[in-house]
Nanobody
């Protein structure tokens, strides 16, 4: 059984920083893409940042250089460092692991991610 467990969410003031972590178990993900999506109230889930096994990345335009995704393949873990946060970054952030089509490639398509965490709330106050 695959499990993705996020941590690091919380409340932060505008301009502040948070670091999200996602630990995976039950499946070796070193060869597949991993990433972060988010969903704000009343909005659809959207991509934040994803990374391939080899380190290729894809960021949403709204990131604007503020966030950095990284991963530790040896420990099946992916991180999201978020700096200069804005109130519009408020959302539930989900960790995701790619399916077979993401083998050694990056993907920005949510449908190509087959395992999802339960989400962690991030709230940015103005």
């Amino acid at each position: 059984q695959v499990q993705l467990v996020e941590s690091g969410g919380g409340l932060v003031q505008a301009g502040g920083s948070l670091r999200l972590s996602c630990a995976a178990s039950g499946r070796t993900l070193s060869a597949y893409a991993m990433g972060w999506f988010r969903q704000a109230p009343g909005k659809e889930r959207e991509l934040v940042a994803v990374m391939s096994s080899g380190g290729s990345t894809y960021y949403a335009e709204f990131v604007e250089g503020r966030f950095t995704i990284s991963r530790d393949n040896a420990n099946n873990t992916v991180y999201l460092q978020m700096n200069s946060m804005k109130p519009e970054d408020t959302a539930v952030y989900y960790c995701a692991a790619g399916g077979s089509v993401t083998y050694f490639r990056v993907s920005h398509l949510a449908r190509e991610y087959v395992n999802w965490g339960q989400g962690t709330q991030v709230t940015v106050s103005s």
